[in-house]
C-alpha cells in the first residue's frame, strides 16, 4: 500500500495523548468537559465513555511490547519506517501512495472525476479508500465525517497534491456539508472522525489526513449542515475533531484560524501528530481553547511547529489529557504554556499504566517576552479532584528550553507533591538574568541531573513546599554557547558547555536519536559517542 520509502511506521511511534482543559494561571479553571459543554463528557455527544484499550505499558518506550526500543513495531530498530533498516532520512517526506493498491480512488479538483470534497461519497466509503484532493487557487469550502473501519493493509488516506508547496485549503468559512451525510455535534469541526449516523457503525479506525490547509473553523463563521440550513461553529470548534477512532495519522498540515486545531476525545487511541504547522487558534478573550486539545489512549506528537495562538486568544499551544504521551523533536513557541500535561477525568484512562508515564524529550520550548503564563510547562491536572492528577513521573529530557521574557520564568508548575519529574540533559536558557528563573512554582517534586542552568536560578518564586534535588552532573553558566542565538540555531557551538556533558537516561526510556530541523523536518541525531546537553548535537 506504500511506497518502500513511506515514513508510515515512523508514526507508529510510542504511547498516545490525553485531551483538554486549562486556566491560563495559578488557580484552576474549574473546567470540567474538554468539550466545552459543562456535561463532563469530552467528546461532547454526551457520552462520558472512553474504551480504555491501551497497551499495557512496561516502561521501554515501546508500545509494541518487543523490547527492541523501535516504536513503529517492525522489528528493525528503524523508527523512520522505511524498511531498509537505517533510521535516516527526512521524517517529513510526504508518503508516495500507491492508487493501484487502493480499492476505490477518488480524485478532487479541477479536471478531476470530482469537483469538490462534498462531492466524495463519505457516506458509502469502504476501506482501502485513497481521496487525493488537487490543489486550487479558491479554497475548497466543505466540512465533512469520517466514520469508517479502515485496516493497515486497507487504509482510509485523505491527502492533498499541492502545486508548488502551495497546499489545498479546506475552509469552514461558509462551507457546505454533503446532504447524504448525517452525524451530530455538526458545528464541532470542519473534519470529524467517528460518531455519525450516516457512515454508520462505531469504529472509525486507519485514517491518514495529510498535506491539508484546515482553517476557519471558527464561531465568527458559519456553514451549511447536511440538512441545508445554515449554523454558526461552537466556540470550541476544531479543524480536525476526533469523536472515536483509532490509528489516526495527521501530517504534514497546516491547521488554523479554528477554535480548537486539533481535538480528541477520550474514545480515541493510537493517535499520531506528525510534521504539521499549528498556529492562529483560539478565542479571542478564553483560556480554554488551544492550538490542540487531546485526550486519547497513546498519542504522539513529532517534527510538529507549534505557533502563537491566534491574537488575544489566552490557550495553550500543547494541551494534553492523554494517557501515554509523547512529545517529540517538536517546535513549541509563543503559548499562554507551552506543554500542559494535565488530567483526565475518565477512569479508564487513568487506571491505564501509561497514564502515569509522559516522555518529553528533544524539542525546543520557545517562550517570548509577552507570552501570557510565564510557566513553560505543566504537568499533573487543573480539575480540582487530585485522585486524578497524573501522579506519575514526567520524563523530561535533552529538551532547549529558551526564555526571552524581560520579568520571571518559572520552568515548570507539577500540580501537587505527588507528581515527580524527572529532567535530565536539558538546557534552560534565559535572558533576563538568572535570577530571574525559577525550576517551580513550589509544589511537586523535581529531580536535576546534569542539565545546563543559567547561573542564579532559584528554586521557585513562591513557597517551596515540594522539593528540588540535584543529584549532580549539573553545569551552570552564563552563556551555554548556542551556534547562533539570534537566529535561533541552538546548536552547541564548538566551544559551547553543552558538548559532551549530557548524563545517562533513566532505564527504559526511548534515547533521543532524532533533532527538528526549521520547520518541519528532522534527522537523524549525530552520535559521536558522548551525548550533549539539549535538543541538538554539536
Given at each position: 500500500?506504500?511506497?518502500?520509502r513511506?515514513?508510515?511506521?515512523l ?5 498516545l ?29 454526551g457520552?462520558p ?16 511490547g ?11 530498530g528503524?523508527?523512520?519506517g ?7 532520512g527526512?521524517?517529513?517526506?510526504p ?7 487502493f480499492?476505490?480512488v477518488?480524485?478532487?479538483?479541477p479536471?478531476?472525476a470530482?469537483?469538490?470534497?462534498s462531492?466524495?461519497?463519505w457516506?458509502t ?15 475548497y ?5 469520517i466514520?469508517t ?6 487504509p ?9 508547496g ?10 457546505k ?8 455535534n ?13 457512515p454508520?457503525?462505531d ?13 476557519d ?9 447536511s440538512?441545508g ?17 483509532d490509528?489516526?495519522f495527521?501530517?504534514n498540515n ?51 511547529h507549534?505557533?502563537?495562538?491566534c491574537?488575544d486568544?489566552?490557550?495553550?499551544n500543547?494541551?494534553d489529557?492523554s494517557a501515554?504521551t509523547v ?8 503559548g ?9 477525568d ?10 502515569a508515564?509522559?516522555y ?6 520557545v517562550e517570548?517576552?509577552g507570552?501570557?503564563n510565564?510557566?513553560?510547562l505543566?504537568?499533573g ?6 485522585a486524578?492528577y ?5 520524563h523530561?529530557?535533552n ?6 521574557r ?19 540533559n536539558?538546557v ?5 538574568g ?5 525550576m517551580?512554582?513550589g509544589?511537586?517534586q ?11 536560578w ?9 522539593s ?9 553558566g ?5 551556534v547562533?542565538?539570534a ?8 566551544a ?17 536519536t532524532?533533532?527538528?530541523i ?14 550533549d ?5 554539536g
Amino acid at each position: 500500500m506504500r511506497s518502500p520509502r513511506s515514513p508510515l511506521a515512523l508514526l507508529l511511534l510510542i504511547p498516545l495523548v490525553a485531551a483538554c482543559g486549562d486556566d491560563g494561571g495559578p488557580a484552576d479553571s474549574g473546567e470540567t468537559s474538554q468539550s466545552g459543554d459543562g456535561d463532563g463528557d469530552p467528546t461532547g455527544d454526551g457520552d462520558p465513555t472512553g474504551d480504555g484499550d491501551g497497551d499495557p505499558g512496561d516502561g521501554d518506550g515501546d508500545p509494541t511490547g518487543d523490547g527492541d526500543g523501535d516504536p513503529t513495531g517492525d522489528g528493525d530498530g528503524d523508527p523512520t519506517g522505511d524498511g531498509d533498516g537505517d533510521p535516516t532520512g527526512d521524517p517529513c517526506t510526504p508518503t508516495d501512495w500507491d492508487p493501484a493498491e487502493f480499492a476505490a480512488v477518488y480524485d478532487v479538483g479541477p479536471g478531476h472525476a470530482y469537483e469538490d470534497p462534498s462531492a466524495v461519497p463519505w457516506d458509502t466509503l469502504g476501506p482501502g479508500s485513497l481521496i487525493r484532493i488537487h490543489w486550487r487557487e479558491q479554497p475548497y469550502r466543505d466540512k465533512w465525517v469520517i466514520n469508517t473501519a479502515g485496516t493497515e493493509a486497507a487504509p482510509i488516506v485523505v491527502t492533498g497534491v499541492p502545486e508548488n508547496g502551495q497546499l489545498p485549503v479546506i475552509s469552514g468559512d461558509g462551507a457546505k456539508t454533503r446532504s447524504e451525510l448525517s452525524f451530530w455535534n455538526q458545528p464541532r469541526g470542519l473534519i470529524k472522525i467517528g460518531g455519525a449516523d450516516a457512515p454508520g457503525g462505531d469504529a472509525a479506525s486507519w485514517i491518514f489526513i495529510e498535506n491539508l490547509d484546515l482553517r476557519d473553523a471558527s464561531s465568527s463563521n458559519s456553514f451549511s449542515n447536511s440538512g441545508g440550513a445554515t449554523q454558526a461553529y461552537s466556540g470550541n470548534a476544531a479543524a480536525l475533531y476526533v469523536e472515536w477512532g483509532d490509528h489516526l495519522f495527521f501530517r504534514n498540515n497546516e491547521v488554523s484560524w479554528s477554535g480548537n486545531g486539533i481535538f480528541t476525545g477520550s474514545q480515541s487511541s493510537d493517535v499520531h501528530v506528525q510534521c504539521n504547522y499549528v498556529h492562529d487558534n483560539g478565542v479571542p478573550g478564553s483560556i480554554y481553547e488551544h492550538n490542540s486539545y487531546t485526550e486519547s489512549v497513546r498519542i504522539t506528537f513529532e517534527f510538529n511547529h507549534y505557533g502563537p495562538p491566534c491574537p488575544d486568544c489566552g490557550g495553550n499551544n500543547l494541551k494534553d489529557r492523554s494517557a501515554g504521551t509523547v512529545i517529540r523533536y517538536n517546535w513549541i513557541e509563543a503559548g499562554n504554556r507551552q506543554l500542559d500535561l494535565v488530567e483526565s477525568d475518565h477512569d479508564e484512562l487513568v487506571a491505564l499504566p501509561e497514564y502515569a508515564r509522559t516522555y518529553v524529550y528533544g524539542n525546543v520550548l520557545v517562550e517570548p517576552d509577552g507570552a501570557g503564563n510565564s510557566q513553560i510547562l505543566h504537568y499533573g491536572g487543573d480539575l480540582g479532584d487530585q485522585a486524578y492528577y497524573r501522579k506519575g513521573t514526567l520524563h523530561l529530557y535533552n529538551n532547549t528550553v529558551i526564555s526571552t521574557r524581560n520579568g520571571n520564568t518559572t520552568w515548570m508548575r507539577l500540580s501537587s507533591n505527588d507528581e515527580t519529574c524527572d529532567a535530565r540533559n536539558n538546557v534552560v536558557y534565559v535572558t533576563a538574568g538568572g535570577a530571574t528563573l525559577a525550576m517551580t512554582s513550589g509544589t511537586g517534586q523535581l529531580e536535576l541531573r546534569n542539565n545546563w542552568l543559567v547561573e542564579g536560578w532559584t528554586d521557585t518564586h513562591d513557597n517551596l513546599t515540594g522539593s528540588v534535588t540535584d543529584l549532580g552532573g549539573n553545569v551552570v553558566g552564563a552563556e551555554p554557547g548556542f551556534v547562533d542565538f539570534a537566529g535561533q540555531d541552538f546548536g552547541p557551538a564548538p566551544a559551547s558547555e553543552l558538548r559532551d556533558v549530557a548524563g545517562p537516561l533513566a532505564d527504559q526510556v526511548p534515547a533521543p536519536t532524532w533533532a527538528y530541523i526549521k520547520h518541519r523536518s528532522g534527522a537523524p541525531r549525530v552520535d559521536d559517542g558522548e551525548l550533549d546537553i539539549g535538543a541538538y548535537e554539536g
